[in-house]
């Protein structure tokens, strides 16, 4: 995930030449999450907000829940995140969680967030026997 992030970041740094077409160069990938290989389609501002020695990433409106803590380290440790509701069942990783905190990890290049790991979550479709769910995701974001 981080190559394809990177690929569309290098093509910046190749548009210096005289070959290119006019017009300024392309933005960059918006943010991208992927929960158990089918692309959440995620639309909204990124905001990348510093807490101490975390980086807070969010991705469109704060209600969706949508978005990571990570540290400032590098490689960035992962320290949360949250995908939302997917399928009905709201998913999310905490390395505070029993058994979790190396099911998540993270890459950082310039202010390109590459995040994998496993989220989990409960299926309450059946409130007498809910059930335990996790699902592998990958989370690809711009900071501004």
Known sequence: MVVASCAGCSGDKSNTGSSGSSGPPPAPAGP???????????TGQVTCTPAGDNI????????????????NANPPI????????VNGIVLGFSDAAPN????????VKDKV????????GVDM???QQP??????????????
């Open 32 to 42: 991208k999450v992927v929960v158990d290989g089918q692309d959440q389609h995620v």
């Open 56 to 71: 807070n990433i969010g991705i469109g409106d704060a209600a969706a829940g949508i978005g990571a803590v990570v540290s």
């Open 78 to 85: 992962v320290h949360a995140v949250g995908l939302g509701s």
């Open 100 to 107: 979790q905190a190396t099911s998540a990890g993270a890459a």
């Open 113 to 120: 967030y590459a995040i994998k790991g496993t989220a989990s």
């Open 125 to 127: 479709s059946n409130p």
């Open 131 to 144: 059930q335990s769910v996790t699902k592998p995701f990958e989370m690809s974001v711009t900071c501004p």
